[in-house]
Antibody, heavy 117, light 109 residues
């Protein structure tokens, strides 16, 4: 059974850093397209970043230069390193696994990041 | 950057009625469009991919159509569990990016 479990969310001050983790089971992270998608309170879905099976990474303009997506193959875990956090980064962050490379079929339950002083 | 615009923002219908949700792309996305359903406190669920293919386990009352810039999600006869927010999504080839529409809230009338 495919499972994605996010962790690492919490309260952080503006300008601070946080690292999110997404522990996967039932499949191999490094063989799949994996992404982070976020949702600000009461708002819609916003794609954040993707890492392809070949290792290429891409980011939304809103986080480029501040966030870094990575994976640890030995732990079968996806990460999102978030630096220089802003209030507008406050959201529930979901990790997701693609189906067919273009769509997000499996999702975690999300982890809440709150950026506030 | 491709922008997806969903309409209406809110749709008020009764169980048993037919729901028609629209998603318009600012430029052609061919048939590379998906629909998701999201209920409060839950992660999104993939319903439709490649514009018209139902994902595994999705009931036949959900159907998708369209190509190019205009797409439709139809729920043929609403069940109580269908009241939720629906999002469309596409992928841009270069640079790779994944765009969601702003969502349509389907509420009970």
């Amino acid at each position: 059974e495919v499972q994605l479990v996010e962790s690492g969310g919490g309260l952080v001050q503006p300008g601070g850093s946080l690292r999110l983790s997404c522990a996967a089971s039932g499949f191999t992270v490094s063989s799949n397209y994996m992404s982070w998608v976020r949702q600000a309170p009461g708002k819609g879905l916003e794609w954040v970043s993707v890492i392809y099976s070949g290792g290429s990474t891409y980011y939304a303009d809103s986080v480029k230069g501040r966030f870094t997506i990575s994976r640890d193959n030995s732990k079968n875990t996806l990460y999102l390193q978030m630096n220089s956090l802003r209030a507008e980064d406050t959201a529930v962050y979901y990790c997701a696994r693609a189906r067919g490379g273009s769509y997000w079929y499996y999702w975690g339950q999300g982890t809440l990041v709150t950026v506030s002083s | 950057e491709i922008v997806l615009t969903q309409s209406p923002a809110t749709l008020s219908l009764s169980p048993g009625e037919r729901a028609t949700l629209s998603c318009r792309a600012s430029q052609s996305v061919s048939s590379y469009l998906a629909w998701y359903q999201q209920k409060p406190g839950q992660a999104p669920r993939l319903l439709i991919y490649d514009a018209s293919n139902r994902a595994t386990g999705i009931p036949a009352r959900f159907s998708g159509s369209g190509s190019g810039t205009d797409f439709t999600l139809t729920i043929s006869s609403l069940e109580p569990e269908d009241f939720a927010v629906y999002y469309c999504q596409q992928r841009s080839n270069w640079p790779p990016a994944y765009t969601f529409g702003q969502g349509t809230k389907l509420e009970i009338k």
